[in-house]
C-alpha cells in the first residue's frame, strides 16, 4: 500500500492528489468510487489513474518522514504549508510537539470512541439477535396451545365448516 505523500516523477513533471482533487471535483468522485478506500486516495494507482497515466510512465516516489521538508519536491512542499491535503489525515511531524500530542490525544480518544461504538453495534446485534430469538420462542410457545385449543374444537363436528362435517 501507498503512503502519505505519494507522488509519481515524469520528466520534470511532479504528480500528486491534494484534498481539493480528490474530495471537490467530479473527477475525485470518480476517483474515490474506483478507488474505494480512503486509504487509497494517496496512491500510485490512484494518481495514475486521475491523470491518466499508464502503469509504465514516470517514477512512483514516496516519503513519510515530515520531520524536515528536503525530502519532498519542492511543489509537495509547498503544498503542505498552503493546506492543499487537507481532508486527509494529518502526518506526524508537521505541527509543534505540544499541538501534535494534543492531536494525538484527540485521536487516540477517537478511535476509542469508534472502538466503543463498534462494540455497542455488536451488543446491539447480539441483543437484537437474542430479543428476536426470544419473541420467536414465546410465540411458538403461545401459539402451541392456542392451535391445540382450536383443533379441539375442530374435533367437533359440529364446529366444522359443511364442507368437513
Same mark, same amino acid.
Given at each position: ?15 500528486? &492528489? ?27 494507482? $490512484?494518481?495514475?489513474?486521475? +491523470? ?23 511543489v509537495?512542499?509547498? $503544498? ?13 511531524? &508537521? ?8 492531536y ?22 447480539? +441483543?437484537?439477535a ?8 414465546? +410465540?411458538? $410457545?403461545?401459539?402451541?396451545? &392456542?392451535?391445540?385449543? +382450536?383443533?379441539?374444537?375442530? $374435533? ?10
Open positions: 500500500m501507498c503512503e502519505f505523500v505519494s507522488w509519481i516523477e515524469k520528466g520534470k513533471k511532479i504528480y500528486f &492528489l491534494t484534498g481539493e482533487q480528490v474530495f471537490h471535483t467530479d473527477k475525485g468522485q470518480s476517483l474515490r468510487t474506483w478507488c474505494g478506500s480512503v486509504d487509497d486516495y494517496v496512491g500510485h494507482g $490512484a494518481i495514475r489513474h486521475f +491523470y491518466g497515466l499508464e502503469q509504465d510512465e514516470g517514477v512512483n516516489k514516496e516519503d513519510t518522514t515530515f520531520s524536515r521538508p528536503d525530502s519532498f519536491p519542492e509537495i512542499v509547498s $503544498a503542505l504549508k498552503r493546506g492543499d491535503f487537507k481532508g486527509f489525515p494529518l502526518p506526524r511531524g &508537521l505541527l509543534k510537539k505540544l499541538l501534535d500530542d494534543t494525538q490525544a484527540d485521536l487516540i480518544k477517537l478511535l476509542a470512541d469508534l472502538k466503543l461504538l463498534a462494540d455497542l453495534k455488536f451488543l446491539d446485534d447480539t +441483543y437484537q437474542d430479543l428476536i430469538k426470544l419473541l420467536d420462542d414465546k +410465540y411458538e $410457545a403461545d401459539l402451541k396451545p &392456542l392451535d391445540d385449543k +382450536y383443533w379441539d374444537l375442530f $374435533a367437533i363436528p359440529e364446529n366444522r365448516t359443511e364442507a368437513w362435517r
